[in-house]
Each structure stands twice: as structure tokens, then as C-alpha cells.
């Protein structure tokens, strides 16, 4: 799974940003991207702020879940009581993974091309058999289905311990709230804190 993180400012500026890869089950930590959508990912991410100012005033949390979707990416949110938001735009597979049906004949307006994920609970007696294998909080679904329990999990504690990074780093008094993060120990964290958990 690829990942594009971004942290908007309280003017709709942006204030940090980063790519990086899955690092779970033997993922590099790389992102994977297709080369013609990698400039899309900032648009992806602006254009779901107004989805974010829409349900900031109906949700008491700070972390408001999958948002948005565009094509095969999805967008999450985590939002700080100073109106800055955390961004992550997740594509839940490997671009360089054949899509499932391989003809365009059939969907050519698919951008990009993924393999499509199931959100269809799977019978009762595979729930047993795939809890008696594995223990729980599993990472193997993950890269798999973006809107798993587990997924929305491990997304829910990346964002946290990057608000906790993000506290420290403008409690510096020479770092405005609406000012870059341009640090490398900050970038370093977060970059941290994706292999940990996502």
C-alpha cells in the first residue's frame, strides 16, 4: 500500500508533506504510486478539505475516519483542535500488481488501475478457521482492504503519534502554527511512526 501524507495548515495551506510505502509484510517502505497519478495525490488531498470543513462540526473526535475516495485512493482525517488537519491519501494495493481484469475493454476510465477489494464479510465458519490461524489484530488485512477494522486502526494510531510529534515540534517558540515543518527529526518521526504502523 502507498501512502501520501500531508499536514494542512488552519488557511488551507500545506505545511508538511510525505510519501512513503507499506512496511508490513515485506513491503520496502517505498511508495508505489503510478507515475501519471503521483501529481495527483496533492489535488486528491485538497480537493477532500471541503468534505473535511463539512463534517468537522457534526463529529466530536479528533480522527474522523476514511473521508473521501477518489478512483482506488482513499483519504483520512485527523483532525487538532487548532483546525490543522492530517491528511493520508492510502492506495490500497501495489501498483505494479496486474488488476484483476486485465482487459480495458471492460472499464477503461479506471484511474488508476487497481485490483478491486472485497467488503463483504466472509461466511461465519471462515471467521473461526481465520481466527483459530492468526492472532488478533492481524496486519495481513491491511494492504488487502482499506476499509478494515484493522486498517482504520493502524491508520488511527499512526495519526495519533504524529499529533503527539506535531505538539512537539510548535511548542518550539521560533515554529508558527501556520508555518512549514521543514525539520528533518520531525520528518524522520513520521516516517518512523508509518513503518511502525502502517
Request: net charge neutral.
Amino acid at each position: 500500500m502507498s501512502y501520501y501524507f500531508a499536514i494542512i495548515g488552519t488557511k488551507d495551506n500545506p505545511l508538511f508533506e510525505l510519501e512513503f510505502g507499506t512496511s508490513k509484510q515485506g513491503g520496502d517502505g517505498a511508495a508505489r504510486f503510478p507515475l501519471e497519478a503521483r501529481h495527483l495525490n496533492q489535488f486528491i488531498v485538497h480537493a477532500s478539505l471541503d468534505v473535511v470543513e463539512e463534517v468537522q462540526w457534526l463529529n466530536k473526535e479528533m480522527y474522523i475516519k476514511r473521508i473521501d475516495h477518489f478512483a482506488s485512493s482513499h483519504i483520512s482525517c485527523f483532525l487538532t483542535p487548532t483546525s490543522t488537519k492530517f491528511l493520508l491519501l492510502h492506495l490500497p494495493h501495489p501498483p505494479n500488481t496486474p488488476p484483476a481484469n486485465p482487459s480495458p475493454a471492460q472499464n477503461p476510465n479506471i484511474f488508476p488501475p487497481f485490483a478491486p477489494y472485497t467488503t463483504t464479510n466472509p461466511p461465519s465458519s471462515s471467521i473461526l478457521r481465520a481466527s483459530a490461524n492468526t492472532s488478533s489484530g492481524s496486519a495481513a488485512s491491511i494492504p488487502n482492504n482499506p476499509t478494515s477494522p484493522q486498517t482504520e486502526e493502524a491508520i488511527r494510531l499512526f495519526m495519533t503519534e504524529v499529533f503527539e510529534v506535531w505538539l512537539k515540534a510548535i511548542m518550539n517558540p521560533f515554529q508558527g502554527i501556520n508555518k512549514g515543518l521543514d525539520s528533518p527529526v520531525f520528518r524522520g518521526r513520521v516516517t518512523a511512526a508509518g513503518r511502525k504502523y502502517l
